[in-house]
Structures are given as C-alpha cells and as structure tokens.
C-alpha cells in the first residue's frame, strides 16, 4: 500500500502539438512498449504508472492514492522505493521542447495542491522526476527549479467542474438577492423614520 510522502512531477515527453490526447498512449507504452513493462496493473485496471495525467484539458486518474505507483523506483533517502511514498502526477507535453499548456497546468497545480492538503506533504517535497533521476531532464530542459513551486504558493486554481461552476453561480445570486433585500430594508427603514 502507497503512503504518500513525496509528490513527483513528471512529463510525457511527447509533444501535445503533434499528440494531442496521451492518456491511452501512455497506459499502452506502460504496458506493451516500455523496456520494463508491463508495469503494475493499478486497482482501476490501467498500467499507467502515475497516478494522475493530465493530457488536453483532460484529468485522468489511473491510479488510487493508495495504489502503488509506477513511475519512480529509485530509493528516498529512507532506503525505501519512491514508488511507495509517493503520488505522481504527470503532465502531457515535452518539456525539451515546449511549455505544458495552461489548461494541464491548472489540472495540476490544483490537484498537487489537494494531495499536499490530504496528505500533509510540504512543498520542499514536491519534486521532479530529474531530482530522483538525474540522468533525465523530466519534467524537461526547459522547465526551471521554481517553475511548478512558484504556483503551488500562489492562491488555488478554481476547479472548472461544472457543479462546481453552478455552485458559485447560484451563491453569486444569492449574494445579488441579499443586496437587493439589504436595499429594500433600507428604503423601508426611511419610509418608516419619516412617519
């Protein structure tokens, strides 16, 4: 069983202009095509060695925060394997080449963000796969140190779940109604001091 105490970033290494949509891929090459697969089979049934994948817009989670991970088995400085401390969230793009896009960008920061909470995980141990293996570049060359850290201390990201949508909408009716209301009590309150 995972007990998290790291959080890895990580990237596809593929570029999301030519391959849009990876998650399928990734979970095929995690199975079929990686010199050490198949990886673990995860309890939702994907081989996907992350935990979460971000890819055009699109979240997916390919693995239970207690599943153990597939994605980095060198040792924390424990002597333990980080595949069992950890949650590895990875994200859709090269980073050899390109920037990820904003909208996977917020996937993350907003779903690292939740594990640090749940799990207690501070910031020092959000790390990059290149920290564990520095032979890569992952999550790439053009990515710097404080790139991911300098938004994990920004405010959340909202969530742009649309339930999550039509509850702000619906409190910032509310709020408008209760303006109205404070209005009307006003106006009545002068009405009622002239008589």
């Known amino acids: 069983m995972n007990k998290p105490e790291y959080i890895f970033i990580h990237c596809t290494d593929l570029s999301y202009k030519t391959h849009p949509d990876q998650f399928w891929a990734v979970d095929r090459y995690h199975h079929y095509g990686h010199p050490?697969?198949?990886f673990p089979k995860s309890s939702l049934g994907y081989y996907c060695g992350y935990h979460r994948l971000s890819s055009n817009g699109m979240e997916y989670k390919a693995r239970e925060d207690s599943d153990i991970g597939a994605h980095c088995n060198q040792l924390t400085p424990e002597g333990v394997s980080y595949n069992v401390r950890s949650l590895a969230y990875c994200i859709a793009f090269d980073g050899d080449i390109e920037y990820p896009?904003?909208?996977?960008?917020?996937n993350a920061i907003r779903t690292?963000?939740?594990w640090q909470m749940k799990y207690g995980i501070p910031l020092k141990k959000?790390?990059?796969?290149?920290?564990?293996?520095?032979?890569?570049?992952c999550p790439g060359s053009l990515i710097p140190?404080?790139?991911?850290?300098?938004?994990?201390l920004s405010?959340?990201?909202?969530?742009?779940d649309p339930e999550q949508k039509e509850k702000k909408l619906e409190l910032s009716?509310?709020?408008?109604?209760?303006?109205?209301?404070?209005?009307?009590?006003?106006?009545?309150?002068?009405?009622?001091?002239?008589?």
């Not at 896009?101 to 917020?106: A, G, S």
């Not at 140190?145 to 994990?152: K, V």
Request: net charge positive.
């Open 36 to 38: 050490q697969a198949p």
């Open 101 to 106: 896009p904003q909208k996977d960008i917020d």
């Open 112 to 114: 690292i963000k939740e």
């Open 126 to 137: 959000v790390i990059y796969h290149r920290v564990a293996t520095p032979w890569k570049t």
């Open 145 to 152: 140190d404080d790139y991911f850290s300098r938004m994990l």
């Open 155 to 160: 405010p959340p990201v909202l969530s742009q």
């Open 173 to 195: 009716r509310l709020y408008s109604l209760l303006d109205e209301l404070r209005t009307l009590l006003e106006k009545l309150k002068r009405l009622l001091t002239f008589q």
